[in-house]
């Protein structure tokens, strides 16, 4: 399994970005999962359904199966927030995991970048920055691509991410 992630601020287009990359390496014959970091307290499940009702009695893991997906949700409750690596572990076997957030762990990624957002470059401070997708040149000069060039990103990804110990 090979593993690369989009960092960047919030705003940055990183998740836009992979709602297009993905059927893009799909459709090079790629099987994807993606990791996503949330910075604020979320929730999949839905008040008044059973599962929620499960989790909120109490139980540690709720696990909802369907003939269409199933889903895992494990209550953290004082435990702490689990790291990138452990994330992983929990993924079935695939081609590529594309992470969106956790800019901080040390994997290889692709700032996204929007200069209207006046943020600092991530790429000065993070070494495992490889490339960067933005509407702005950067300043180190690293291979770059558009916001809007899908085929572009694919070929950063294909190019840099690397092999994850699966």
């Given at each position: 399994m090979r593993l690369i992630g989009l960092a960047g601020w919030s705003g940055a287009g990183k998740t836009t970005l992979l709602a297009k990359l993905i059927p893009c390496l799909?459709?090079?014959?790629?099987?994807?999962?993606?990791?996503k970091h949330a910075h604020h307290r979320f929730d999949v499940d839905q008040p008044g359904k059973d599962s929620w009702l499960h989790r909120q009695a109490g139980a540690a893991q709720v696990l909802v199966a369907s003939s269409q997906r199933w889903a895992l949700m494990t209550e953290l409750r004082?435990?702490?927030?689990p790291t990138l690596e452990a994330l992983l572990a929990q993924l079935a076997p695939v081609d590529l995991v594309l992470v969106e957030g956790f800019k901080r762990d040390a994997h290889p990624k692709i700032e996204v970048h929007r200069d209207?957002?006046?943020?600092?470059?991530?790429?000065?401070?993070d070494p495992m920055i490889r490339a960067v997708v933005a509407d702005a040149p950067n300043p180190a000069g690293l291979p770059q691509a558009g916001l809007e060039e899908i085929e572009a990103v694919a070929g950063f990804v294909q190019r840099y991410a690397a092999p994850w110990r699966s």
């Open positions: 799909i459709g090079q014959g790629l099987r994807v999962s993606t990791v004082d435990a702490p927030e209207a957002n006046q943020k600092p470059w991530l790429h000065p401070e």
